[in-house]
């Protein structure tokens, strides 16, 4: 399988100069916030969306595990495995206590 593109993930992903207006409503983070992304990796049209995706994680893992108060109803996990003289396997985990009906999702409110 070729690797997928940043709009096979995310479709209607966009790359946004400054300057740029977005073509719908849209979450914006900047490409600096995503440590090791590139401009290049992050192309709509030739980019790679792992690395969009290891980017978004990453950044997810470092600022949620520095929150002087994390979540009670949300975890953030990293772990890596070592594959090869060269190679590691890198594991998230993201769990959110959500109430029910399940079409209906919706994150639970924090203890008082």
């Keep these: ?7 096979d ?11 740029d207006t977005p073509t719908a409503p849209s979450i914006a983070i900047p490409l600096s916030a995503l440590e090791g992304l590139t401009a290049m990796e992050a ?4 980019g790679d969306g792992r690395e969009v995706m ?11 595990t520095t929150l002087p108060t994390p ?6 996990t990293r772990g ?3 594959t090869g003289d060269t190679t ?7 769990s959110i206590a959500v109430q ?9 409110a924090e203890p008082a």
Aim: charged share 15%; aromatic share 8%.
């Design 1 to 7: 399988m070729a690797k997928p593109l940043p709009t």
């Design 9 to 19: 993930l995310f479709p209607g992903f966009e790359l946004l100069e400054t300057t």
């Design 43 to 46: 192309d709509p049209a030739t």
């Design 54 to 64: 290891l980017s978004l994680l990453s950044a997810l893992h470092v600022n949620y």
């Design 71 to 76: 979540s009670a109803r949300m975890q953030v």
């Design 80 to 82: 890596e495995a070592i």
């Design 88 to 94: 590691r396997r890198v594991d998230f985990n993201v």
């Design 100 to 108: 029910i009906p399940t079409s209906t999702y919706q994150v639970l």
